[in-house]
């Protein structure tokens, strides 16, 4: 693995003086730098989608035949970004065009295999066969990209570095999306936007959470959403369109859960049986927010695609990322914060009754808050409310409930808010103060929330039934007044406030460095938790690419939802 890692390194160093220089990434950081701000987080989201449409990605037959790729490519259209990876064995390139027309041409020159019995779909997922023999050609503005290293080896190379704040700094870079990662999610969305597009002529598939809110650890799972309008206000362009003449369309379900369902079953299917490398797809109905799982293979993706709730995600992603572009010491911290409470199993990589890295996430926030190196959220009106949690659940969309115009402006200002230049403490401090500040938390009476209240005690939001039990209560920033952490048991609260406790000793002397604030930190889950964790989500459709008599199985599916329907449909 060394060798082959030496190798890449020296490939990376021969490619990179040779690489055309790539349209820049868009970065939140460059934001703080730059006094004139232009970049938010739906340009972003724009310039990755456009970019995405012009990308096909190559499985290479044979190795070391990327020059004649690219030879054969640049025939067809002017190549912007060519990048090489390898992903379960199999050699990639991920090529990006200038324009959109070139993928068109480059896919109607595309042929079919015609020598097995395979499906004659089209996509972006292409594969290469080498035509040649004897030396290879020398084409050269190609980038290979070095996958992230693994944690162990990001470990050693921390050993080197004496400062706290540099090995956090480090961490960072050596951990976060790099621009291939990025590029390959806006991919796998736009496929996945393109399998419904036929039908749906609006279809939009965004990714959100950490793969786009700057919080995204490499290889961390893809979430989308996907929705049959883009619903970002200044996007929907009615230009052109007459109204007296309309699409002649079925009634959709009047239920949006039911409806949802109803959709993701058809995606399922189509990427099961349509969509190359698309595998092990399951749909997943009974979970809170219904998803179809599937493995995009060229990229090694686990994907998540969901389509209730797809505006609070994507506000959700939205606030963070503007949050995280205020400072650039936002998103080090909150990465290390996360190893370290995976390190201590205060987070697990399976939901159950203990911290998610996204209620870590608000917790590192909450506490940049207190200091004021990030600003409190502004949009409430601070009246007691009398809706009750079962209206809230019900309510389901946000904007039912909150003002989406006030919270659209209140989004769009934040990013305009100047990080607080008096707090320039280090990465370092800032690590040992989250520490300390949660080590004397009071859990059983304080209210953890990014909005600006003035009362900060659980007891202050009037609540009926069980809610004021919640033994932690971390208030959803986008549905005010409703806890994102009533998972939470009371016990983890006591854990963690112990853990920060001990990681706040393990920082008070000098000699200490994250590693050995990881290895001294470290421990499992307690027994009695392991044995609530949530159950393994069920999926209705197993994966068909195994040797199971196919009809059968289709009739057993088919059954088995039908049942899931209906128990559904008459819940609600
Ligand atoms: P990873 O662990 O890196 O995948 O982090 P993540 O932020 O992507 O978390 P996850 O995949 O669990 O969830 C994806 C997104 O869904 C989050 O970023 C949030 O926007 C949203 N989300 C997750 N959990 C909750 C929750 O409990 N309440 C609300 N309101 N949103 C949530
Ligand atoms: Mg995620």
């Known amino acids: 693995i060394l060798l082959n890692r030496c190798h890449y390194a020296l490939a990376i160093q021969h490619y990179s003086s040779s690489i055309r220089p790539p349209i820049p990434p868009f970065s939140p950081s460059s934001i703080n730098k730059s006094s004139n701000v232009t970049q938010t987080f739906d340009t972003m989201l724009d310039f990755r989608r ?112 004496r400062n706290v704040s540099d090995q956090i700094r480090f961490f960072w870079q050596k951990t976060k999306l790099t621009e291939l990662d ?32 700057t919080f995204g650890k490499s290889r961390c799972d893809l979430d989308m959403l996907l929705t049959f309008e883009d619903f970002r206000e200044k996007n929907i362009k009615r230009d052109g369109k007459i109204p007296q003449l309309r699409f002649l369309t079925k009634r959709s379900y009047l239920n949006d859960r039911f409806q949802a369902q109803a959709y993701l079953k058809i ?97 590192v926030l909450f506490y940049l ?15 007691p409310t009398t809706i009750s949690p079962q209206d809230i659940l019900a309510a389901n969309v946000l904007g039912d409930l909150s003002d989406d115009t006030i919270l659209m402006n209140e989004l769009e200002n934040i990013r305009y808010v100047q990080s607080n230049k008096a707090n320039n403490n280090s990465l370092a401090i800032l690590l040992k103060g989250f520490f300390t500040f949660y080590e004397n938390f009071d859990f059983q009476s304080s209210l953890i929330t990014l909005l600006n209240r003035k009362n900060m005690s659980k007891s202050s939001l009037i609540q009926t039934g069980k809610d004021k039990d919640w033994p932690i209560y971390l208030e959803n920033p986008l549905v005010p007044s409703m806890n994102a952490s009533k998972n939470l048991v009371e016990s983890e609260g006591e854990r963690f406030r112990e853990t920060c406790k001990k990681a706040s000793e393990i920082l008070s002397h000098s000699s200490k460095n994250l590693l050995s604030l990881f290895e001294e930190c470290h421990q499992i889950l307690p027994d009695d938790l392991i044995a609530r964790a949530y159950p393994a989500p069920i999926s209705i459709m197993p994966d068909l690419e195994t040797d199971i008599n196919h009809d059968e199985l289709t009739t057993i599916n088919d059954i088995q939802q039908d049942q899931v329907f209906h128990n559904t449909h008459q819940q609600h």
């Open 369 to 383: 808050q207190s200091i004021e190196i990030l600003p409190k959220l502004n949009y409430i009106n601070e009246q």
């Open 50 to 161: 456009q970019q995405a449409r012009r990308t096909v990605l190559i499985h290479l037959g044979r190795s070391h035949s990327e020059s004649e790729l690219y030879k054969l490519c640049s025939r067809i259209g002017q190549i912007t970004n060519m990048t090489l990876y390898t992903a379960n064995k199999k050699e990639c390139a991920l090529l990006e065009f200038s324009n959109e027309q070139s993928v068109n041409n480059l896919l109607k020159i595309t042929s079919h295999f015609t020598n097995e019995n395979r499906l004659p779909c089209a996509s972006r997922n292409l594969y290469f066969s080498s035509q040649q023999t004897g030396t290879r050609l020398k084409y050269h503005p190609i980038g290979r990209e070095v996958q992230q290293p693994d944690d162990s080896i990001i470990d050693k190379s921390l050993n080197d570095i």
């Open 267 to 363: 995606l399922a299917d189509t990427l099961k049986h349509f969509m190359a490398e698309c595998t092990n797809v399951q749909i997943i109905l009974p979970a809170r927010v219904p998803i179809v799982r599937f493995q995009h293979r060229l990229s090694d993706l686990q994907c998540d695609v969901s389509m209730s709730e797809f505006k609070s995600s994507y506000y959700m992603s939205k606030l963070l990322w503007n949050l995280s572009s205020i400072d650039n010491r936002v998103a080090p911290l909150v990465f290390v914060i996360r190893r370290w409470a995976r390190e201590a199993s205060i987070t697990q990589s399976t939901p159950g009754p203990w911290f998610s890295n996204f209620q870590m996430t608000l917790l």
């Open 182 to 213: 990025t590029r390959l999610r806006f991919f796998v969305s736009s496929l996945v936007e393109e399998a419904f597009g036929s039908i749906f002529v609006d279809t939009v598939c965004l990714p959100f959470g950490s793969s786009v809110n």
